[in-house]
């Protein structure tokens, strides 16, 4: 992972070394570099909202930490989840622990966006390399959440076409940060900051993105005519067994009749879609909700039914977040003090809160599977929280040492997921055995 450095103001050419190495990072700029600037030496920046210079040497580790310990959640509820299911993801409405990650992921790539754009003298350029690295890391995403490793527990490997899942974690990742990329290469005005007001003034094209996208999103969870839908499960030895589920209706949020799961089965078929919907742990679906179990026996037609938590629609409101990071991000940019940074970051924070949940008293229900518009807020609030927290410890008291584990974590964001949240790790470890590919070292030391 790149270094971030402690920006005071809108100043120095060498406020970012090679900030783009984060999670979502997979291209290999030269440190020293301005990537904006097409691989060329990077212009001298001219400080026109602040004339502070800042220190050399000074890291932003907070970003790095902040994602650290994002990292360490997922690890967390990846493998504490299945024996608490209180912090696992929630079957469908509400939030719990394992629901904060991905956007907290997406927060801190708006935020780092922020950083590695800050100067742009070349867009062409800057554009044709955000949508390489997007591209990178969707096709990364492709191999490890596809379908690839769909055989891990009985040893066997393999993409079936017909069945690969075009969408995913770092896929949703992908996309969110090649729009946020977009957004600040080519919308962002001249204007100077010197305030909050001023500060919104001259990315208010950003925000107009983000309310455009939000009433899209509304427009079509609660407008789309969702009609009856069937699916098929396989049986050995046997036809696939049909299952009908009846809609014919609109604007319903709940697990069967979404305008969520009718667009993806539309776009992409039901057969591309993932094949472990979060609500089979349902009361309908589960005996033993919230964890997953037996099938009750006058369970609704749905419950085996496929649906992608990382779908097209909810997508676009992880955009959204994207660009929330992006906008709290700005606020290092133009701001010097820690003080105004810490208000400028709390003001808004607090502001998603209290509309997060004014939205969900409504009706407009938090829902992960969904990315409803009240998730997206609750979630951002507390990441801008949450991160303001982790800048005050880190970067204003100096408590670098007791994090340094999370900071490791940060620099590493990347292989990390890749080794262990998709299972590449316990894949490898499995690939040496004696005589028969089920006396493997997992096996020896009993997790097998």
């Known amino acids: 992972m790149g270094m971030y450095e402690l920006i005071k103001g809108d100043d120095a050419a060498e406020a970012v070394a090679d900030p783009n190495k984060h999670i979502l990072a997979v291209a290999d700029d030269a440190l020293h570099k301005d990537i904006e600037t097409g691989g060329k030496a990077a212009a001298p920046a001219v400080a026109n909202d602040a004339s502070a210079s800042m220190k050399r040497g000074q890291r932003l580790a907070s970003l790095d930490v902040f994602r650290g310990f994002t990292v360490a959640l997922m690890i967390f509820v990846d493998n504490a989840g299945g024996f608490f299911p209180a912090i696992n993801h929630s079957p469908w409405n509400g939030v719990t622990l394992a629901d904060f990650v991905m956007p907290l992921f997406l927060f801190i790539v708006g935020m780092a966006l922020a950083l590695t754009y800050k100067r742009v003298t ?48 770092l896929q949703r990742i992908a996309i969110a940060y090649l729009l946020a990329a977009i957004c600040e290469i080519w919308l962002r005005s001249d204007d100077l900051v010197d305030s909050g007001y001023s500060l919104v003034r001259r990315y208010r094209l950003q925000l107009l993105v983000g309310f455009i996208l939000t009433t899209v999103y509304i427009v079509l969870l609660y407008g789309l005519y ?20 009846k809609c014919g209706v ?37 005996i033993n909700s919230p964890a997953s179990g037996p099938l009750p026996s006058d369970a609704p037609s749905w419950c085996q039914a496929p649906f992608d938590p990382e779908g097209l ?61 009240s998730y997206t807020c609750i979630t951002a609030g507390v990441a801008g929280v949450m991160f303001s927290g982790v800048y005050v410890l880190v970067d204003v008291y100096g408590y670098r040492r007791p994090s340094l ?19 590449i790790l316990p894949v490898f470890i499995q690939g040496f055995y004696w005589r028969e590919p089920q006396n493997n070292i997992l096996k020896v030391i009993g997790i097998s």
């Open 122 to 169: 070349n867009k062409t350029m800057a554009t044709k390399k955000a949508v390489l690295r997007a591209i990178k890391l969707f096709v990364v995403g492709l191999v490890v959440q596809g379908g690839f490793f769909h055989g891990l527990h009985n040893l066997t490997y393999g993409v079936d076409i017909f069945r690969i899942r075009w969408m995913g974690v």
């Open 226 to 245: 969702v009609s009856d839908w069937e699916y098929q499960i396989p049986v050995a030895g046997s036809t696939p067994k049909t299952f009908s589920v």
């Open 250 to 286: 609109r604007g319903d949020t709940g697990p069967a009749c979404n305008a969520v799961g009718m667009i993806d089965r539309q776009i992409f078929g039901i057969q591309h879609l993932h094949r472990r919907p979060v609500y089979e742990r349902t009361e309908q679906c589960s």
């Open 313 to 373: 629609l909810s997508t676009v409101m992880a955009i959204v977040t994207c660009l929330i990071g992006l906008q709290f991000g700005h606020v290092i940019i133009h701001f010097q003090d820690h003080k105004d940074r810490i208000v400028q970051w709390m003001i808004p924070s607090f502001c998603l809160l209290a509309l997060a949940f004014s939205l969900d008293f409504f009706g407009m229900h938090m829902n992960k599977a969904l990315y409803t518009w």
């Open 405 to 423: 584990a999370m900071e490791w974590l940060g620099k590493n964001a990347f292989i990390v997921y890749i080794l262990l949240g998709c299972n």
